[in-house]
Structures are given as structure tokens and as C-alpha cells.
């Protein structure tokens, strides 16, 4: 699962800012706006383990992909960055 970080966004009409959420579903658009779905993981209280984030637009959240495997870090430290044809993903590499 990916984890996306929230810049700008609401819950329930509660500010959401700068906090990071396991993303379930990406963007989706409704009559009520746009929103992404995420894991809750106890930041809001008594509400559903899966809950929408409402955004304005893509650039209101960004997609972080973290590897922690120690042969995929190798291969990336040595230059070689995998292409993705449909989007930008900023990675964030942890060393084993």
C-alpha cells in the first residue's frame, strides 16, 4: 500500500495539513468534490477505519513510495531510476 502525503485537504470539515494516511483509493470526484480514500489509523477518534480526505486537486497530495528492500536501494543508489510512462512519483529511499 502507498502512502500519500495530505497538504492541503479536510475530514468532516477539520483541517487537514502536512499529515501523512495510507492511501486505499486515489483521487475520485463527486457531486460533493474531490477526495481520496486512506486509512484512518487512529488520527480521527471513533470514526471508520477508511475515511475521505476532500481535496481540491492532485496537487493538494503527493504520492510517497518508500523501498526498504537493501537490493532495490543498491541498484538505485548505483543510477538506475525505474520510468513510469502514466506519472511522476517522488521516492523517498530508506536504507536498510
Known amino acids: 500500500m502507498s502512502v500519500v502525503l495530505v497538504k492541503s ?3 468532516r470539515n477539520i483541517p487537514v495539513i502536512n499529515t501523512q494516511f495510507k ?3 486515489g483521487l475520485q470526484s463527486g457531486k460533493t ?3 481520496i480514500t486512506v486509512e484512518n489509523g487512529g488520527l480521527f477518534p471513533n470514526q471508520s477505519s477508511l475515511i475521505r480526505i476532500k481535496v481540491e486537486d492532485q ?3 503527493e504520492l510517497k513510495v518508500e523501498f526498504t528492500s537493501r ?3 543498491q541498484t ?7 520510468q513510469c ?3 511522476v512519483i517522488m521516492f523517498t ?3 536498510p
Not at 538505485?76 to 525505474?82: H, I, Q, T, V
Open 93 to 95: 529511499f530508506v536504507p
Open 59 to 61: 496537487h493538494d497530495f
Open 76 to 82: 538505485m543508489s548505483k543510477g538506475s531510476m525505474p
Open 9 to 11: 485537504g479536510s475530514y
Open 85 to 87: 510512462a502514466i506519472c
Open 23 to 25: 492511501l486505499v483509493k
Open 33 to 35: 468534490g474531490n477526495w
Open 71 to 73: 537490493k532495490f536501494f
